[in-house]
Nanobody, 125 residues
Framework: QVQPVESGGGSVQAGGSLKLSCTSGRYTYGSQCMAWFRQAPGKEREGVARIDSGGSIMYRDSVKGRFTLWQDNYKNTLYLQMNDLKPDDTGMYFC???????????????????WGQGTQVTVSS
């Protein structure tokens, strides 16, 4: 199955932590770009963190220093550790993937052609 599958969302208070996971049956080291996007009610979907086929990682400014993205190639899984969560981090988090080698990734959601169903993250103040 190509479609990514996310897990790990939940509800926490501000300052708390959550770890999201994303796996795909087509995940192969160096053969795709992957990213986490999020969408809050009434807002557009925005990129949170992404990794290219070479393993380079980028974060949106508002999560730098709080979120950490990494991949476990043995488990074919992408992780997003989210610390010091804030109410503005609330939203549905989606894992996105594009099978392309090499690829540099993008903050444009339409560039990715495989999407998971999403996992909800709620941060209360």
């Amino acid at each position: 199955q190509v479609q990514p599958v996310e897990s790990g969302g939940g509800s926490v208070q501000a300052g708390g932590s959550l770890k999201l996971s994303c796996t795909s049956g087509r995940y192969t080291y160096g053969s795709q770009c992957m990213a986490w996007f999020r969408q809050a009610p009434g807002k557009e979907r925005e990129g949170v963190a992404r990794i290219d086929s070479g393993g380079s990682i980028m974060y949106r400014d508002s999560v730098k220093g709080r979120f950490t993205l990494w991949q476990d190639n043995y488990k074919n899984t992408l992780y997003l550790q989210m610390n010091d969560l804030k109410p503005d981090d609330t939203g549905m988090y989606f894992c996105a993937m594009r099978l392309l080698r090499p690829c540099r990734g993008s903050w444009v959601d339409t560039w990715y052609n495989y999407w998971g169903q999403g996992t909800q993250v709620t941060v209360s103040s």
